[in-house]
């Protein structure tokens, strides 16, 4: 299957863009798109793919459908959707994307679910309590986006497309930054590993990176940028070198200084949420081989090697 030239420069997930463009390819022939949810990390670049899907998206008779795109979080309830987006999603048969749809409020998930249950016919009428409305699936396209699909109703997440982002490499990551560095700053391969070993595993994060780096290039006249110069910048600019938050520093000493511990126990001694744990801050630890769970949280030997210097 080939790749749609849309994506020609995204970098990574070429499994997601293949599926991609086989929808784009059949969307030009019958019109219709099925119910997408892109899954991914935090700053995966579910929006960024999001909008260049839209952008090759063409109809039958060769216009395209405009985008309208919302952020669950301004979604109080279903009142709120059915006075604020839905009138103009219908009128301009638009490609509505909602980011970070799994913060939809339970009423509207619930109205979802009815929806999209479309089997053979892909006109919905759902009435509510702020009235009767009409799902014209024909006309309409729907994409969400989600870093948290336990928030979404278990029914709603099977009638959706699920199109999963991969990890991205820290050779993707790499790319992705160098290409955010534009021709204003070069990079000496004395510094490659100390670039990528503050990346967090996400390219939002690379393009962060990309723009605190020229930022440092520009204040200090830099043209290249050096292991000597991003160790610099690094400590100018509060970056840490392994690129972990405070509150993941945090729980690197709390293991180092007390020992393997349960999900509960680090709980108990950080004041953070356990799903808060799992969620935000141990990711980022395994992924760098600085924690292992085994029952129990601990460092690895690369971890505690690590916390010897902190």
Same mark, same amino acid.
């Given at each position: 299957?080939?790749?749609?030239?849309?994506?020609?420069?995204?970098?990574?997930?070429?499994?997601?863009?293949?599926?991609?463009?086989?929808?784009?390819?059949?969307?030009?022939?019958? +019109?219709?798109?099925? @119910?997408?949810?892109?899954?991914?990390?935090?700053?995966?670049?579910?929006?960024?793919?999001? %909008?260049?899907f839209?952008?090759?998206?063409?109809?039958? #008779?060769?216009?395209?459908?405009?985008?309208l795109?919302?952020?669950?979080?301004?979604? %109080?309830?279903?009142?709120?959707?059915?006075?604020?987006?839905?009138?103009?999603?219908?009128?301009?048969?638009?490609?509505?994307?909602? #980011?970070?749809?799994?913060?939809?409020?339970? #009423?509207?998930?619930?109205?979802?679910?009815?929806?999209?249950?479309? #089997?053979?016919?892909p006109?919905?009428?759902?009435?509510?309590?702020?009235?009767?409305?009409? @799902?014209?699936?024909?006309?309409?396209?729907?994409?969400?986006?989600?870093?948290?699909?336990?928030?979404?109703?278990?029914?709603?997440?099977?009638?959706?497309?699920?199109?999963?982002?991969?990890?991205?490499?820290?050779?993707?990551?790499?790319?992705? @930054?160098?290409?955010?560095?534009?021709?204003k700053?070069?990079? +000496? $391969?004395?510094?490659?590993?100390?670039?990528?070993?503050?990346?967090?595993?996400?390219?939002?994060?690379?393009?962060?990176?990309?723009? +605190?780096?020229?930022? @440092?290039a520009?204040?200090t006249?830099?043209?290249? !940028?050096?292991?000597? $110069?991003?160790?610099?910048?690094?400590?100018?600019?509060?970056?840490?070198?392994?690129?972990?938050?405070?509150?993941?520093?945090?729980?690197?000493?709390?293991? %180092?200084?007390?020992?393997?511990?349960?999900?509960?126990?680090?709980?108990? $001694?950080?004041?953070?949420?356990?799903?808060?744990?799992?969620?935000?801050y141990?990711? !980022?630890?395994?992924?760098?081989?600085?924690?292992?769970? +085994? $029952?129990?949280?601990?460092?690895?030997?690369?971890?505690?090697?690590?916390?010897?210097t902190?």
């Amino acid at each position: 299957m080939q790749i749609n030239k849309a994506f020609q420069d995204a970098i990574g997930q070429e499994s997601v863009k293949r599926t991609l463009s086989v929808f784009i390819d059949s969307y030009k022939k019958t +019109d219709r798109l099925p @119910f997408l949810n892109l899954t991914t990390q935090k700053g995966g670049g579910k929006t960024f793919f999001a %909008r260049k899907f839209r952008e090759a998206l063409r109809r039958s #008779d060769g216009s395209k459908p405009p985008m309208l795109e919302i952020n669950g979080k301004t979604i %109080r309830n279903a009142r709120s959707f059915f006075e604020q987006v839905y009138p103009i999603w219908v009128e301009h048969k638009a490609f509505l994307f909602i #980011d970070e749809g799994h913060n939809l409020p339970k #009423d509207l998930q619930e109205i979802f679910l009815t929806a999209l249950n479309i #089997d053979k016919n892909p006109v919905r009428t759902v009435t509510t309590d702020e009235g009767t409305f009409q @799902f014209d699936f024909t006309k309409l396209s729907l994409c969400m986006a989600t870093t948290n699909q336990e928030k979404l109703c278990e029914p709603l997440r099977d009638r959706l497309r699920d199109v999963s982002f991969e990890e991205y490499k820290e050779s993707e990551l790499y790319k992705i @930054f160098k290409s955010n560095l534009e021709s204003k700053v070069n990079v +000496d $391969v004395s510094a490659e590993k100390d670039i990528i070993s503050v990346f967090r595993g996400n390219p939002r994060d690379a393009v962060v990176k990309a723009e +605190d780096a020229k930022t @440092f290039a520009a204040a200090t006249n830099v043209k290249k !940028i050096t292991k000597k $110069v991003w160790s610099d910048m690094c400590l100018a600019m509060g970056i840490n070198p392994k690129g972990l938050s405070n509150s993941e520093m945090q729980i690197v000493r709390i293991l %180092r200084d007390r020992g393997a511990m349960t999900l509960n126990g680090l709980s108990s $001694v950080t004041g953070y949420q356990k799903q808060a744990i799992q969620r935000d801050y141990e990711q !980022i630890l395994l992924r760098k081989n600085l924690m292992e769970i +085994d $029952v129990k949280r601990k460092l690895t030997r690369e971890g505690q090697k690590f916390a010897k210097t902190i």
